[in-house]
């Protein structure tokens, strides 16, 4: 579990003042204060089998401001862990209590948990965390009055209660000059330790919390880029909330307005001063429909609120307000006078500010009443006249964006929008463009995501389509603005395939309805031979092999439905390299003796996979393959229908038997499959190999031919 930055800081302060370790961790956040299980799921376990029993009478904890508060909070879960490390060395001779906390009472968290490391923390009236902290900082080389900090806590075998800690000085106090020094000096450790050790959760905390993120920020590119997803990388961790511009959406719809509901009220009749409710037949209440009017809060006070509302904290967490295809509404409408706000002082906090109309103030003054404000004075004092505009904010007469606010969008640069941003609108954003990568890498395992397509039962690096095909759009259209992103369309994320149909229904319908809409495309790529013309969409769904010969216009290597792609760029150790460029040059050697042997060349593909060399002959879902197993010297040869083959729905296992000899052995996958294998293989480059290769092949590739000739 990554902590909040500097909760758990020794030795540190901030000469601006501020910046006292808060010693706990929130474990919920947004609607009902719901956690993301597995995000820790091993340290709640680990809780859970650690835990203490009747921890509300054996544990005390600082709790509230000045740690008088305990009285507000319900003791969850309590527990002593025996095995402590840090950095992945064992501390020696210590225990360590780690608690967790439920908010009860308050105007704000009511609900919240929160995980309390405290040093001050005491079981049985015994103080084991000051010892144990004492002992971690021995451990890392730090001196008693050196400076370190804690990052991260986590959990191994159920017992093991691991630390991850940085030092800032071994032998002397640290001191930052403001509240962002200190989160750049820590997220700046936190990021160097996580690069050298190749911890990429931290890496991307660290990434997400250094402040060199604007406040007001606008993602553009191609779509498909990954633009929502960045931010989304950002900004889940923190509250945040997100809205959509269309052309519809108006003042209202962003901010806020009164909007008539209906409620159900009795009916009331007077006798002199006196209101009496009014009954049927049956002495039950009459209840009437009336319309009232009540305010809608939108995703800009939401966000405003919250943020606001964070400013209790000496050190305030980041909410962000997310706006979705920015340049799809009119932005000078949608803004109004909070376009007012966007001009940032230093401090990061609105440079003039506005005044509220009378029905905004009372609504935000009801919402934001009773908050005290941390840093009210440093806050008053960034703005001349002596003026206190922080309680006029809270009061709700004043409107001004906090420093904790952040403003990040998305815009498509593909789209006609029907309302340009102005320049005056612009200069108040800073605006980082997305580019498009044809290899990007899973976000956890920090693999290549390596995504096929798949056109009638054959597939296709999605990847080396986008290479190929963007600049084709780009020297058309003489604009990268149509051009797609990865993202573009889905794949199947259990398999990282995008289907037929998304790649028919939403990449060619995108290319033929929107980018060559307005052009003439007598690029070969795009060229019908069949029909000696261009291509028109409506080909794809009037002759059934248009889609197959368009991909064939690309040169698109097919790859096995079963692999996965091989990338000897990817290949570090010697060992998997030499047997990658011993695997390239064997089946070199077996394609060109088969194809020489059957007297056409037939082989199109060789992946990969696992320990299995795999080469392929055929197409369309008809495929012939060969087998070798590195490590147990098994050969074989196989056939298979993919399900995905346009052929699949006219073949039956029990039909195909009779055009099977006696001897292959049958095997039902997920395929239809078919396979004869041999083993013990001697020499797999002896010329009796070669030839059972080859004879094999052979037998199985006309048996594909004869099944689709006989349209069983």
């Given amino acids: 579990m990554i902590l909040n930055l500097g909760s758990a800081i020794f030795n540190a302060e901030t000469a601006s003042g501020g910046g006292t370790p808060a010693w706990g961790t929130e474990m919920g956040q947004g609607d009902g204060y719901r956690f993301k299980f597995e995000d820790y799921e091993s340290l709640i376990t680990s809780l859970v089998y650690n835990s203490i029993p009747n921890p509300g009478t054996r544990i005390y904890c600082p709790l509230g401001k000045g740690g008088n508060q305990a009285s507000d909070y319900e003791f969850v879960v309590a527990s002593k862990f025996n095995k402590i490390f840090v950095n992945g060395n064992r501390v020696h001779d210590c225990s360590f209590i780690l608690l967790v906390v439920k908010k009860l009472v308050g105007q704000n968290h009511v609900g919240r948990r929160t995980l309390k490391y405290n040093p001050r923390i005491t079981l049985d009236n015994q103080n084991y965390n000051e010892r144990c902290f004492e002992l971690i900082g021995k451990t890392l080389g730090v001196s008693n009055n050196g400076s370190w900090f804690i990052s991260e806590i986590y959990s191994k075998n159920q017992d093991e209660l691991h630390f991850t800690a940085h ?31 190749e911890e990429n959760n931290l890496k991307r905390y660290a990434d997400r919390v250094l402040p060199d993120e604007h406040l007001q920020q606008i993602y553009f590119g191609a779509p498909g880029t990954g633009k929502s997803f960045e931010i989304k990388q950002v900004c889940s961790q923190f509250e945040n909330f997100r809205t959509t511009f269309h052309p519809d959406t108006d003042y209202a719809a962003f901010v806020g307005s009164y909007k008539p509901i209906t409620i159900r009220v009795p009916r009331y009749t007077y006798m002199g001063d006196k209101a009496i409710a009014v009954k049927d037949e049956l002495g039950k209440p009459i209840i009437d429909s009336k319309i009232t009017y009540n305010f809608t809060f939108q995703a800009f006070l939401k966000a405003y609120i919250a943020a606001w509302k964070e400013q209790q904290n000496d050190e305030p967490k980041p909410v962000f307000l997310i706006i979705e295809e920015i340049n799809r509404g009119n932005c000078a409408q949608i803004f109004g006078d909070i376009f007012q706000l966007l001009d940032r002082n230093a401090a990061g906090f609105s440079e003039y500010p506005i005044v509220a109309d009378d029905d905004l103030a009372k609504e935000l003054g009801e919402k934001l009443a009773g908050i005290n404000i941390a ?59 997305v580019p498009i990568d044809i290899n990007p890498k899973d976000i956890e395992t920090q693999q290549p995501l390596n995504w096929k397509f798949e056109v009638a039962g054959n597939q296709y690096s999605w990847g080396r389509f986008l290479e190929i095909v963007n600049p084709e759009i780009y020297d058309i259209t003489e604009s990268s603005d149509k051009q797609m992103g990865y993202f573009f369309a889905k794949a199947d994320p259990t398999t990282g395939i995008i289907s037929e149909e998304v790649f028919l229904n939403k990449v060619m319908f995108y290319l033929w309805t929107d980018v060559f809409k307005d052009y003439d495309v007598s690029n070969e790529k795009f060229q019908n031979k069949k029909e000696n013309r261009s291509f028109h969409f409506t080909d794809f ?93 098994r050969l074989k040869v196989g056939f298979s229908i993919s399900k995905m083959s346009k052929h699949f ?9 009779e055009y099977i000899p006696s001897s292959i052995e049958r095997t039902l996958e997920k395929n239809i499959l078919i396979e004869i294998a041999k083993t013990d293989v001697a020499d797999f480059n002896s010329k009796e190999c070669m030839d059972w290769i080859a004879d094999n092949v052979k037998q199985f590739y006309e048996l594909g031919k004869k099944l689709i000739s006989s349209n069983k």
């Fill in 541 to 633: 769904f009037e002759d059934e092999e248009a889609l197959s010969n368009f991909i064939e216009n690309f040169g698109l290597e097919i790859l096995n439905d079963n692999s996965e792609d091989y990338n000897p760029g990817d290949i570090e150790d010697s060992n998997d390299l030499s047997l990658y460029n011993e695997y390239q040059e064997y089946w070199g050697k077996v394609k060109d003796f088969v194809n020489n042997k059957l007297g056409s060349n037939i082989a199109s593909q060789a992946p990969l996979k696992q320990n299995w060399y795999n080469i392929h002959f055929g197409a369309s879902g008809i495929v012939t393959f060969i087998s070798r197993n590195t490590q147990t010297k």
């Fill in 167 to 197: 030092i800032l000085d071994k032998n002397n106090h640290y001191t930052f000059t403001d509240s962002q020094n200190r989160s750049k000096v820590l997220a700046s450790k936190i990021k160097a330790y996580a690069e050298a050790k």
């Fill in 649 to 657: 729905d006219k073949f039956k296992i029990e039909e195909i038997k």
């Fill in 375 to 433: 840093k009210h004075d440093e806050i008053n004092a960034l703005y001349i006249g002596g003026k206190d505009l922080v309680a006029s904010v809270i009061s709700g007469i004043n409107l001004l964006l906090p420093n904790n606010l952040h403003i990040w969008a998305t815009m498509n640069t593909s789209d006609q929008s029907l309302f340009p941003i102005d320049s005056a609108f612009k200069r108040r954003w800073n605006w980082k463009y």
